[in-house]
């Protein structure tokens, strides 16, 4: 007679590596970036993991702004564990080197030599 066992695996995989939030300033006018990371990876008491989701790979291009990028891995009882970051891109200020100066009533806006 065959004797079947199940365990039960209620154990999800453990992220390593998930990055921090990417901070990525643009010069005044360029609207996007390219953005890179060191990919995340899982580890699991089961020994198996697989990467099930992936939002973005490094080196994508993000426009100015927020966007999330999510990892997903799954071991074989289905137990998920996720690695969440954003990625912000900003662009720099066409006003920086300029200075304010009020006199007599008048505001003026005047370019610092650099």
């Given at each position: 007679m065959l004797?079947?066992?199940f365990t039960a695996d209620p154990v999800?995989?453990?992220v390593r590596n998930c990055p921090q939030e990417q901070n990525v300033q643009v010069p005044f006018g360029q609207s996007s970036s390219s953005?890179?990371?060191r990919v995340p990876?899982?580890?699991d008491n089961s020994g198996v993991v697989t990467l099930v989701f992936q939002s973005h790979t490094p080196g994508d291009v993000f426009n100015v702004g927020a966007t999330?990028?999510?990892y997903t891995f799954e071991d074989g009882?289905?137990?998920q564990a996720t690695c969440r970051f954003t990625v912000i891109v900003t662009?720099?200020?066409k006003l920086e080197n300029l200075s304010l100066k009020l006199e007599?009533?008048?505001l003026e806006l005047r370019k610092e030599n650099d």
């Open positions: 004797q079947y066992y999800p995989p453990v953005v890179t990371w990876s899982a580890t999330n990028v999510l009882a289905g137990n662009t720099e200020s007599k009533g008048l």
